[in-house]
Every structure is written in C-alpha cells, then in structure tokens.
C-alpha cells in the first residue's frame, strides 16, 4: 500500500475508533510493519492531524476534533479526478467551471502532502471538447429541469425545418460531440430528444410544470424498456 493511501485509511481507523489503537493493530489491518505506522503517525502529527498517545498505550484523535467530511480513499479521489476532468469536455461553461471550484475545495479540505492526488497528470480524460451550444444557455436548461418550468425555443431539425416549440425539459444528457435535451414536446403531444446545437433561441416561459417532471421521467425510461423488447425480439 502507497504512502499516502496509508495516511488516509490510518485517518479513518482512529475516526470510527472508541477507545486507543496500537500501531501493531493498524497494521495488522493495513498488512504493514508496526515501524511503517510509527512513521505515518509523525508524519500526520506534522501535517497537524491532532492525533494524541504513544507506543504501547495506542493512538486517538483528540476530543472534539472533527475532520472535514471529504476525506476519500486514493482511488475515490481518483475517480473524482477523471469526472471532473470530463466534465471540462462538454460545452456546459457553468459545469466546467464548477469543477474548477469543485476541485478547490476537495483541495482545500485535505491535508498539504495529500493534495497531490488531485494535482498530478497521471489521469487524463481525453478527446476533443464539445463546443458550447450558441442558441440556448445549458445552465438555464439544468434550472430548469430543477424547477420543472417550462422552456420556448426556436428549433431546427435534420432536414433544416425550423419549428417554435414549448417544452417541458426533464433530462440534459451529454455526448462526446453534443448534449441533448429530452423535454415533452407541446407541439407534438409527447417526449422528444432536441439536440442542444440545433436551438437557434431558448428562454424560460416562466410557466411551470409542477410535480409533473418525474412521471415524465419514467414515462421516458419505460420507453427504453419497449423499444429494448422490441430489438430482442
């Protein structure tokens, strides 16, 4: 086991701990030597964890200590790594920049010689970036859906026919070259997938659709099901 995953899982045994444990049981637990937990403990107590006690007695955080909630294990902070960085791949401007402010704050609540999980360049997630729709802001989209308000758009399909449409958004789902809105279509009298690139206009109605955006929602994923039978069939 990695250093600093080390760190983090002996942060977590005296967390849940109710009374002293010895170095020689956090290593049983880490199948690692007793002089490796001697060592990580300094090393914590240097980066002003405030773990109290000593060999032969046992270890435990002091009384009150309360340690920031994001305390993930090296592969959790990995995983936080690679979606935020695909996050930076889609043409959402608001998203890209709450991972950045995600990220911070991740950092900010670990430990110094910690932080260099988030910070090192051993993850990538690759491939080109979706550009940012001109017709309609995504940031509106996803407020939308959340407050279940319906939105007016301008749209142009396939065969470039440009309609005017209320819709009712319930679902943003994004691909490596687009994003789509799924949304109840009032023209149409049912759900329909509208390409995110495709809306010349988008703006809020200021109507709503209250308590509705869940039926809708499984109204759409019971349509996945059907047409799932239909190819295995």
């Given at each position: 086991?990695?250093?600093?995953?080390?760190?983090?899982?002996i942060?977590?045994?005296?967390?849940?701990?109710?009374?002293?444990?010895t170095?020689?049981?956090?290593?049983?637990?880490?199948e690692?030597?007793?002089?490796?937990?001697?060592?990580?403990?300094?090393?914590?107590?240097?980066?002003?964890?405030?773990?109290?006690?000593?060999?032969?007695?046992?270890?435990?955080?002091?009384?009150?200590?309360?340690?920031?909630?994001?305390?993930?294990?090296?592969?959790?902070?990995?995983?936080?790594?690679?979606?935020?960085?695909?996050?930076?791949?889609?043409?959402?401007?608001?998203?890209?920049?709450?991972?950045?402010?995600?990220?911070?704050?991740?950092?900010?609540?670990?430990?110094a010689?910690?932080?260099?999980?988030?910070?090192?360049?051993?993850?990538?997630?690759?491939?080109?970036?979706?550009?940012?729709?001109?017709?309609?802001?995504?940031?509106?989209?996803?407020?939308?859906?959340?407050?279940?308000?319906?939105?007016?758009?301008?749209?142009?399909?396939?065969?470039?026919?440009?309609?005017?449409?209320?819709?009712?958004?319930?679902?943003?789902?994004?691909?490596?070259?687009?994003?789509v809105?799924?949304?109840?279509?009032?023209?149409?009298?049912?759900?329909?997938?509208?390409?995110?690139?495709?809306?010349?206009?988008?703006?809020?109605?200021?109507?709503?659709?209250?308590?509705?955006?869940?039926?809708?929602?499984?109204?759409?994923?019971?349509?996945?099901?059907?047409?799932?039978?239909?190819?295995?069939?």
């Open positions: 086991m990695r250093k600093a995953s080390r760190l983090f899982e942060i977590q045994i005296l967390r849940l701990a109710t009374r002293p444990v170095a020689a049981q956090i290593a049983g637990r880490l690692v030597t007793p002089r490796s937990i001697y060592r990580d403990i300094v090393a914590l107590q240097a980066m002003r964890v405030p773990i109290e006690g000593g060999r032969g007695i046992g270890y435990i955080l002091r009384p009150g200590f309360d340690l920031p909630p994001l305390m993930f294990s090296i592969e959790e902070t990995e995983a936080i790594v690679l979606a935020l960085a695909l996050l930076q791949r889609t043409g959402d401007s608001a998203l890209r920049k709450a991972a950045e402010t995600v990220s911070d704050k991740i950092a900010g609540a670990m430990p010689p910690l932080r260099q999980v988030l910070s090192t360049d051993a993850i990538y997630a690759w491939g080109s970036v979706m550009p940012e729709p001109d017709g309609i802001d995504l940031a509106m989209v996803r407020a939308a859906i959340r407050d279940e308000q319906k939105l007016h758009i301008t749209y142009t399909d396939e065969q470039n026919r440009a309609t005017e449409r209320t819709v009712r958004p319930i679902a943003l789902i994004y691909y490596s070259a687009h994003s809105m799924v949304a109840w279509c009032e023209l149409r009298h049912g759900l329909r997938n509208f390409r995110a690139d495709r809306v010349t206009r988008g703006t809020a109605t200021g109507e709503h659709f209250t308590g509705e955006g869940d039926g809708l929602r499984k109204l759409w994923v019971d349509g996945w099901e059907i047409n799932k039978n239909k190819f295995m069939q």
